[in-house]
């Protein structure tokens, strides 16, 4: 089982970039299905973004972000991570890395995922 830690949230106004990173270490980074997901205050956790073990050219996005965020992975650093832009104030939310080992499918639910970061926070300012 893969340990992961994630960095790059913070603060940023409306309309913003951030970019975060996952590192994985203690398991073969290429097998998993790297994703992000992301929690607001009072909400259900959701999807934002995974980058499949199978290709890392096809990233799958939520159509909440589809269009501002992009996913990528590099298999020989261990390290997933997510570039946004175009940032609203809903998308404030503490971002989770989580890794599902040869995921096929249905990348979308937590429940595949059994490796989780402890978080990192995003918040944007209208």
């Known amino acids: 089982q893969v340990q992961l830690v994630e960095s790059g949230g913070g603060l940023v106004q409306a309309g913003g970039s951030l970019r975060l990173s996952c590192v994985a270490s203690?398991?073969?980074?290429?097998?998993?299905?790297l994703a992000w997901f992301r929690q607001a205050p009072g909400k259900e956790r959701e999807f934002v973004a995974a980058?499949?073990?199978?290709?890392?050219?096809?990233?799958y996005y939520s159509d909440a972000v589809k269009g501002r965020f992009t996913a990528s992975r590099d298999n020989a650093k261990s390290t997933v991570s997510l570039q946004m832009t175009g940032l609203k104030p809903e998308d404030t939310a503490n971002y989770y890395c989580a890794a599902s080992y040869r995921t096929m499918g249905g990348v979308q639910y937590a429940s595949l995922y059994n490796s989780w970061g402890q978080g990192t926070q995003v918040t944007v300012s209208s």
């Open positions: 980058a499949p073990w199978w290709s890392t050219t096809s990233p």
């Open positions: 203690g398991g073969d980074f290429s097998q998993y299905t």
